[in-house]
C-alpha cells in the first residue's frame, strides 16, 4: 500500500511539473510574438515583416551555428541590454519570469543535433 500512494504522489508531482511547463511555453510564446516576432519572424527564421532593411539582420535561431554559441545567460543578456550598434532593442521592461520564459522559448527554435 506505501509503494501505491509513493507512486500516486509521484505522479501527481509530474503532473503538475508538466503544467507548469506547458504554462512556461506558452508565456514565452506570448512574450516573443509580441516582443520578438516582427523582426525574427514567427519562426524565429529572422525574416518577420520588421526585418527589411535592418543590418545586421535579426538572428535566426534555426541556425545551428547561433546555437553553437548561444547560451541562456547570453541570450537572457542580449534580450534584457538589447545589442548595441544593432537595430536589436533592450527589453528592459520584461519581468524575470517573462524574461526566462522567452529564452526557453527560443529554444524551441534550435534545430535538432545532427
Known amino acids: ?61 534555426t541556425r545551428p551555428e547561433l546555437w553553437a554559441r548561444a547560451t541562456p545567460d547570453a541570450l537572457a543578456t542580449t534580450v534584457r541590454q538589447g545589442r548595441p550598434g544593432t537595430p536589436m532593442p533592450p527589453f528592459a521592461d520584461l519581468s524575470d519570469d517573462d524574461l526566462q520564459a522567452v529564452v526557453a522559448y527560443l529554444a524551441t527554435f534550435r534545430p535538432p543535433a545532427p
Open 1 to 61: 500500500m506505501a509503494r501505491t500512494g509513493l507512486l500516486a504522489v509521484l505522479c501527481l508531482a509530474l503532473g503538475a511539473a508538466g503544467a507548469a511547463l506547458a504554462q512556461g511555453d506558452a508565456q514565452g510564446a506570448q512574450v516573443y510574438r509580441s516582443r520578438c516576432a516582427l523582426c525574427h519572424g514567427r519562426a524565429g527564421d529572422g525574416r518577420g515583416a520588421g526585418a527589411a532593411g535592418l543590418t545586421p539582420r535579426p538572428a535566426d535561431f
